[in-house]
């Protein structure tokens, strides 16, 4: 239990994520882009191990829109690769920062050299550099930067310098969380801000889909948005839409009871030709309007047999989840067992389980058109905030077998499109401009990262608290990006949906049973 603290620290290293600048700055599998855009940039050299650092330079990149410095934690490899003149330990113990024309500034110089360049921070910058401020200013950043250490416990880069095994040795659990709620206070006002912005997201692209229909692929693919006065709050405070998809005669995943409305108005709308009912998995808010769309239209419903077995009787759902989704009602006779592909109206639809966000999970792929209807098989590339019956492990598998499939258009269940298709039109916050291929790798890289964290921490007898935390260091831009939210859902939830679910769908064994809390806790030593 000893090295914990100062191990958990090193293992916040970024996996190589495309949309985090910072990530891609400094992965060390792309030097030559390092090397390619570093000379007209600001290069900053930052303690990749010290928590106060690494806040900072989130602050920074809040700040930075146009990409005018480029983030480097300092290590032996890459000074020499900055400029020659920079030195280890002189740049652990001060932020060094090299501008464009080579000019080097340092500690609170270098502060101010940085504030200069962005409006909101500008003035700091300007007087920060004249007597007085100037000489107040390098008090202040001197006096932080020989503390830093005692403040955030974890003496960070110190272990550099000093004999590491020994301040490892020292390092304990306080350390980390003394680390941790220090980086979380110094970026509350960006968590805090990156909530309001994403909330006021939601709220326009719920707007702009309310009880609204996309027509693609000349009526071939239909997307119709569901809603619902109860339900309309998972889209508002989640981000979640609701869909039903309507796919050359097939519709899939009709919605729950209490979006029957819902899809009734788009059906008197749209009048579509309906052959068959199909539902991608046995989750309330896919399956609560089978018998009933299959009644109205006349079309058989197709569900593999494992939703067939979770769909009679469908089990209670915890109160929370039947009083804003709905308690779908028990799959009635008749109904028919999916087969391996599906007859739609001008081709056919391949069947392909995809056991991980729950085990009856199948999606349904069209060789011809590419387009692959992945139901809850995808969810977008960061989701950190299960359900308690997602198996992470069998989703690796899923989603391993998925990329071996030739799509170009990748449909979710949740109201978002990834694809690079012109014929698909632009529709703002649902189509994604996106290779469908690589998102999926993106969520593969997560996956496997995130299995990595929790395998070490579980061997090392970790709390799943501080394991849940190693999961989201904050140094990873989408960790507080997304923890207002994801704390949003949490509460909100009840704990069903949740960065600890996380934890627990990495662990669970085969079988139906899920593990319970409780259990995870015993498995990880708690
Ligand atoms: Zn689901």
Request: aromatic share 8%; hydrophobic share 40%.
């Amino acid at each position: 239990m000893d090295s914990i603290g100062w191990e958990l620290l090193g293992r916040t290293e970024q996996p190589c994520m495309k949309e985090n600048r910072w990530a891609t700055n400094h992965c060390p599998r792309s030097p030559k882009r390092l090397t390619r855009s570093m000379a007209q940039s600001y290069r900053v050299l930052y303690d990749g191990q010290c928590e106060i650092c690494q806040a900072c330079v989130s602050w920074l990149k809040a700040l930075d829109h146009q990409n005018k410095t480029i983030c480097l934690p300092i290590s032996a490899d890459v000074l020499p690769t900055v400029d020659a003149r920079l030195n280890l330990d002189e740049c652990l113990r001060q932020l060094h920062v090299v501008t464009p024309e080579g000019e080097i500034h340092v500690g609170w110089d270098a502060v101010a050299c940085l504030a200069r360049l962005f409006p909101p921070t500008w003035l700091i910058g300007a007087v920060g550099q004249r007597f007085p401020f100037r000489n107040v200013g390098r008090w202040l950043y001197g006096f932080v930067a020989k503390n830093r250490y005692s403040l955030s416990k974890c003496r960070g880069g110190a272990c550099r310098i000093a004999k590491p095994e020994a301040v490892r040795r020292q390092a304990k659990l306080e350390a980390f969380w003394s680390c941790y709620t220090l980086g979380f206070f110094i970026r509350l006002p960006l968590v805090l801000w990156a909530g309001i912005k994403a909330a006021v997201q939601r709220t326009n692209i719920f707007a702009r889909t309310y009880n609204k229909r996309l027509d693609l692929l000349n009526g071939k693919l239909t997307i119709l948005f569901l809603n619902g006065l109860l339900p309309n709050t998972v889209p508002l405070l989640f981000g979640e839409l609701f869909t039903t998809v309507l796919y050359d005669g097939v519709a899939i995943d009709p919605g729950s009871p209490k979006m029957r409305r819902s899809v009734a108005r788009h059906l008197l709308r749209v009048k579509p030709k309906i052959k068959k009912v199909v539902a991608t998995h046995a989750h309330e808010e896919h399956v609560g309007n089978l018998n009933w769309l299959s009644e109205v239209t006349g079309a058989p419903i197709y569900v593999s047999e494992i939703t067939a077995r979770f769909l009679t009787p469908f089990k209670k759902l915890p109160w929370v989840r039947a009083a804003i989704i709905g308690q779908p009602p028990n799959l009635s006779q008749p109904y028919q067992l999916l087969g391996e592909t599906v007859n739609a109206i001008t081709g056919h639809l391949q069947v392909i389980p995809t056991p991980g966000h729950c085990d009856d999970h199948i999606v349904l792929y069209d060789p011809k058109e590419k387009v692959l209807l992945a139901g809850d098989a995808f969810m977008g590339s960061y989701f950190a905030t299960p359900n308690p019956d997602v198996d992470s492990r069998k989703w690796l598998v899923s989603l391993e077998r998925l990329m071996e499939l030739d799509i170009e258009i990748l449909v979710e269940g949740h109201g978002h499109i990834h694809t690079l298709r012109a014929d698909i039109p632009d529709f703002p916050g649902v189509v994604i401009r996106e290779d469908p291929k690589v998102a999926m790798s993106k969520k593969l890289d997560y996956l496997r990262w995130l299995r990595e964290q929790i395998e070490a921490g579980f061997k090392e007898g970790l709390p799943v608290r501080v394991i849940e935390a190693s999961c989201f260091p904050w140094g990873r831009r989408t960790s507080w990006e997304s923890c207002a939210t994801d704390e949003c859902i949490r509460l909100l939830s009840l704990g069903h949906f949740s960065r600890t679910e996380l934890v627990r769908s990495f662990v669970r064994r085969d079988g139906d049973q899920l593990p319970t809390v409780y259990e995870v806790r015993i498995s990880g030593g708690e």
